[in-house]
């Protein structure tokens, strides 16, 4: 842009994501032309790691409890303008496309996976695996899927908005109303809520993660042991969290207490070659820890 007009003219047109750096006195423009490749890998105890990596831009979205599927995510050229939602077995299998949106979580049946549509995100997609028609869920008064997960009970745990209000966390009966979990803007992408239920583990204010009360009065209490770690899942017992801390290259897992604080160190994770890697992202784990998949870019 001009600063003695005003006039605007097309220095460069290029494909991939260019960033200006710096622009010198006589008018030159340093820019630096960014390439990324995003992967997903898949590892588990005693061996069986695979790349799992599919189309120009895969990301993993879930992990089934059994650790032998893993719902994969297409927002590239290759996913197409609704974007793609496949599924993979950790056999290293070649992949199978289940339908379009945001993939979100596969059910607790490994037998369908929910997704969000790109337009008209007031429902979400219930995407059979295999043979049958597409169904729609939706909630009344939610106007706005983020993320959602079916639980074993039926019941839908998802981050939404309702009319005119900031998104947050919610559960909902089939067929009833949703019922707030957090406070707004407290969301969750991944089923952090305990195997019986009763507790949530979800952000706060003041904090980075709070256990929150399921269908009993209560206020919310900080998880003891956080510090920057990140919550994957809750281990099998319902009574302790597998928590992800990053490191320089990968990342380290832990088992916590979450009420003691109390850590047990389980494994760390990094990419064989790490290289140019911007950390892992999107890093699930069974519940019994013997099994785990991320994303790294």
């Excluded at 998104?167 to 707004?184: I, M, S």
């Excluded at 990094?270 to 999107?282: I, K, Q």
Aim: aromatic share 6%; hydrophobic share 40%; net charge neutral.
């Amino acid at each position: 842009i001009s600063a003695e007009t005003g006039a605007e003219r097309l220095l460069l047109s290029a494909g991939g994501r260019l960033v200006i750096r710096d622009v010198a006195s006589d008018g030159r423009i340093l820019l630096e032309r960014v390439t990324q490749r995003p992967q997903v890998f898949f590892g588990r105890e005693g061996g069986g790691d695979c790349e799992l990596t599919w189309l120009d831009a895969t990301s993993a979205e879930d992990l089934a409890a059994d650790g032998r599927q893993v719902l994969l995510a297409e927002s590239g050229n290759g996913g197409g303008k609704d974007y793609s939602v496949y599924l993979r077995s950790t056999d290293c299998e070649p992949p199978v496309r289940i339908g379009s949106g945001r993939a979100f979580s596969l059910t607790p049946d490994g037998k369908a996976a929910l997704a969000g549509p790109l337009v008209g995100d007031d429902h979400v997609d219930l995407l059979p695996i295999g043979a049958g028609a597409t169904q729609r869920i939706a909630v009344p008064g939610i106007v706005s899927f983020l993320w959602a997960k079916l639980r074993p009970d039926g019941r839908l745990l998802f981050s939404g908005a309702v009319a005119e209000r900031p998104p947050r966390t919610w559960l909902a009966a089939p067929g009833h109303g949703p019922e707030p979990l957090t406070p707004e803007l407290m969301l969750v992408r991944r089923d952090l809520l305990a195997p019986d239920g009763r507790t949530l583990v979800a952000p706060c204010p003041q904090r980075r993660f709070c256990l929150y009360p399921v269908g009993t009065p209560g206020e919310p209490t900080p998880v003891a042991g956080m510090e920057q770690a990140i919550p994957l899942t809750w281990d099998v017992a319902g009574s302790g969290l597998l928590i992800g801390e990053r490191t320089a290259t990968g990342m380290d897992l832990f088992r916590l207490d979450p009420r003691t604080g109390r850590r047990a160190f389980v494994r760390r994770l990094a990419p064989a070659d790490p290289t140019g890697g911007t950390g892992l992202a999107r890093v699930y784990q069974t519940p019994d820890g013997n099994a785990w998949a991320y994303s790294v870019t």
